[in-house]
Structures are given as C-alpha cells and as structure tokens.
C-alpha cells in the first residue's frame, strides 16, 4: 500500500494581490504525475483545500477538475477540512465526487449518547490498493471545532477549557482509533491503521502564514494525545516537520510558499509505502518552486548589488526587500522603485529590518519634543509599519484622517467647542 499526504493547498489564495491559480494548477499537474509514478493507491489532502469559506469559481474548477484527473488514475483521494475551509463548501460536493472515488470529510461525527464506537463510522474508511482489496484502515479527522467535541459549561475558568477540550479531542481520536482496530479484527487482516488531523501540535515552527487557532483555548495539542496509529498525517502547519522527534507523525507543509518566510525551508509531500501492517518507508517528494520568490535584506547599496543579480531572470521575481538602515528615510519606497524599474522583478512587499525599527525608535527618543512636530512624530511612527495591501492603505488613510482630527481639535479647543457644543 502507497500513500501520499499532502496538506494546506489553499486554492484561491491572494498573494499582496498576486493570484496563485498557476503555481496551483502547476502543482497539481505535477502531484498526478508522482501518483503515476509512483504507483500511490491513495492521497490524503489533511485540510485547507481553499483559502477561504467563499473561495472564487476558478479554485473551484481547478479542484473539481483534479478529482476527476486523480479518478482515471484508479488511485483514491481524501479530502480533510480545515480551519479555512467551509464545511457547507465541502459538503456541497460530496456525494457527487463520491462517484468517482473521492471521500469528503469536512467536518467531525459527534458521539452519540452512548459513546458507541459506531457513531464514528463516517470517519472510518477502508483504503483500496491496487489489487482493489482493503490496503490500510483511515481514521479520517479533519479541523475539530470545539463546538463539535464540547459544550460550553458557565463559570469555566480559561485553564479548563483548556484542558476540557485537549482531552475532548484526545477522546475523539481514541475513540476513532478503537474503531479502527475493531474493523481490522472483523478483517482478520495485517493492516496499518493511518490518522489524520489538522491543528496545532505543541512544539511545532510556524510561518507567518499560518492563522491561529483554538484562540484563547487551545493553543497547542500535546502529541502524546494521538492514538498508536502507523502513520498520522497532518496539516495547518506550513512548514514540513516531523512532530516530537516521532517518524511516523508529520505535517507534509504547504506545497507552495505562502509567505516569504516559507522560502528557507523546501516544500514537499510525503511518500508513505507499507508493508502489511509494518511502515517501509517513509520519503518526502520535494516541490518543485512554480513562481521564483526571493528575499533581499541588507542597507540600499548591499540591495543595489542583489538586484543587479536578479537582471537575467526568466521570468519575473516576486521580492520581499528588507532594508537595514539607521537613517529615516521619507522616501524609501521611491529609492527601491528607481531600483527596479527596470528589473524583471515585482516588490511585493517593503519592510525595515526589526532591527531597525529598534534603531528608529531610539533615534526619536534621544530627539527632544522641542526639535519636532507633531507631525513629524507622526511621520516616523507611520515608516515603521508596512502598509502594502489595498486594505492597509485605506487603513492608513483613515488613520491620517483621525490623526488631523485630533491635532485640529488640540490647536483649535475654542473652535472645536463651537462646532461641538
């Protein structure tokens, strides 16, 4: 039995307003072409399909068209929700892609009454192989929302909610994994029982892409929570990582880089191939990069000298440019287009070192009150922020907007008065 995992798609992303639709379709070209390769009997996508609840009709499409690609290919798919997925969104599909091989899995069953193992059914499912016999048994677990797991209790403090929804959850894979093994017994076969999940491990390294969740509940979910299963695969995390030095448990990453900080770390899918019920290998696949990314730090003359690499580019860059400088400078953005105006490059995002930050802070604490104006002051606090997309700079718009409000009203009390009375 083979298996690829796979996780964090985010179809329909935007990237500082960049659409990602072909590095997406690029990387699904190149996912159908490791099944057929490799001979992969299943995928297991552990959440985040889309980007968002309302993901736009082209994400959609694109999805769509690789579940009935991944059909013809006699090769299973399972699609997990995640914390950016619409359970409605999901589900609206599921029993049509059912005909062509494709489980859905968008949200948690409850437990009944009871805690019958049965209720969990839904979540249990029998992984073919390629002989067309049961491979491997999936506890199927995607975004567990407290809602689902617990009920909320009057005069709870933080700490055990807390703790009532880590052992809500720690259950819930128990219980699921209890299910598992009664299957294999009725099978009487050596199969590997695989779970999946898509939340936060403690210990884990995030991106800066990656949204928080359980806030103000859960933070992190201790590993020693799952259940003895063969293979866990997970997702939410961006980064591809083994979880608590454990092999068999592992975020596969996002396939593309959803942040700039994501380009130090190489993206893959993992590889997982057993042996009846013994795991025989366990092999990343590493992405290929669709779209060249870079980040440039350094003062204006070490970027100069970066740029100047970047001329012979085949196809335009996507930059992150961090500037180091002790210097404030009005207009920085200005300098860095004079750069690359004529550069195969895109900036699309401008920041100041946080060390610099640190330095421009101290500079305007040494200069005293009497040396600035208000708005000057003003000024220096509004370079340290970055206001790059659309939506920040309507923000910044209205935070100019107040900010003249205010100094009108300090300079002007008599006439403010007689407009307010």
Same mark, same amino acid.
């Given at each position: ?16 307003? #960049? *659409?990602?639709?072909? +590095? ?8 159908? +072409? $490791?099944?057929?390769?490799?001979? !992969? ?10 980007? /968002? ?34 359970? &409605? ?5 599921? $029993? ?11 949200n948690v069953t409850a437990t009944d009454d009871s805690g019958d193992d049965a209720s969990f059914d839904k979540q249990i499912i029998e992984l073919k192989n390629s002989a067309g016999t049961t491979g491997a048994i999936l506890c199927a677990i ?10 909320? @209790?009057?005069?709870? =403090? ?11 959850? #720690? ?15 009725? #099978? ?16 884990? &390294? $995030? ?7 359980? !806030? ?29 030095? &454990?092999?068999?448990?592992?975020? *596969?990453? *996002? ?11 190489? #993206? ?14 366990? /092999? ?7 779209? /060249?990314?870079?980040? !440039?730090?350094?003062?204006?003359? =070490? ?20 500037? +180091?400088?002790?210097?404030?400078? =009005? ?5 860095? $287009? ?7 490059? +895109?900036?699309?995002?401008? @920041?100041? &070192? ?43 718009? @209205? ?6 409000? !205010?100094? *009108? ?13």
């Amino acid at each position: 039995m083979k298996l690829l995992h796979t996780s964090d798609w985010h179809l329909g992303q935007s990237f500082f307003t #960049k *659409s990602r639709k072909a +590095e997406h379709q690029a990387f699904l070209s190149w996912l159908l +072409e $490791q099944i057929t390769a490799h001979e !992969i009997d299943a995928v297991i996508v552990a959440g985040d399909i889309f980007d /968002t609840g309302t993901p736009p009709s082209y994400a959609r499409e694109m999805y769509n068209r690789f579940i009935v690609a991944i059909s013809q290919l006699n090769c299973t798919l399972v699609v997990l929700g995640g914390n950016h997925d619409s359970v &409605s969104t999901l589900n609206e599909s599921k $029993q049509l892609v059912a005909c062509l091989n494709t489980y859905v899995v968008a949200n948690v069953t409850a437990t009944d009454d009871s805690g019958d193992d049965a209720s969990f059914d839904k979540q249990i499912i029998e992984l073919k192989n390629s002989a067309g016999t049961t491979g491997a048994i999936l506890c199927a677990i995607p975004f567990i929302r407290p809602r689902d797991v617990i009920q909320s @209790r009057a005069g709870e =403090s933080g700490l055990e909610k807390r703790q009532a929804l880590g052992e809500a959850i #720690k259950q819930h894979y128990h219980q699921l994994y209890r299910a598992a093994l009664a299957l294999r017994e009725e #099978k009487q076969l050596d199969l590997p029982i695989i779970a999946t999940g898509h939340l936060t491990a403690l210990g884990v &390294s $995030q991106s800066d892409s990656v949204r928080d969740i359980y !806030i103000g509940t859960l933070d992190g979910f201790a590993a020693d929570g799952f259940p003895p299963a063969d293979y866990i695969a997970l997702g939410h995390i961006h980064r591809p990582q083994i979880v608590a030095k &454990s092999e068999h448990i592992r975020y *596969s990453g *996002s396939p593309i880089p959803l942040s700039f900080d994501e380009l130090k770390t190489a #993206k893959q899918v993992v590889m997982v191939s057993f042996n009846g019920a013994e795991t025989a290998a366990i /092999t990343p696949l590493e992405v290929p990069l669709f779209q /060249t990314m870079a980040v !440039i730090k350094g003062d204006l003359s =070490s970027i100069q000298t970066q740029l100047e690499t970047l001329a012979m580019a085949p196809q335009p860059v996507w930059l992150c440019i961090e500037v +180091e400088t002790q210097d404030y400078l =009005s207009d920085l953005p200005q300098r860095i $287009q004079a750069m690359t105006e004529e550069l195969p490059v +895109e900036v699309l995002q401008l @920041r100041r &070192s946080r060390n610099t930050a640190r330095q421009t802070l101290n500079q305007i604490a040494r200069e005293t009150l009497a040396e600035l104006t208000p708005e000057d002051v003003f000024a220096k606090r509004l370079e340290l922020e970055n206001f790059d997309s659309d939506a920040e700079q309507a923000r910044l718009g @209205r935070i100019k907007q107040q900010f003249r409000q !205010i100094v *009108s009203e300090v300079e002007n009390p008599e006439q403010n008065r007689e407009l307010n009375p």
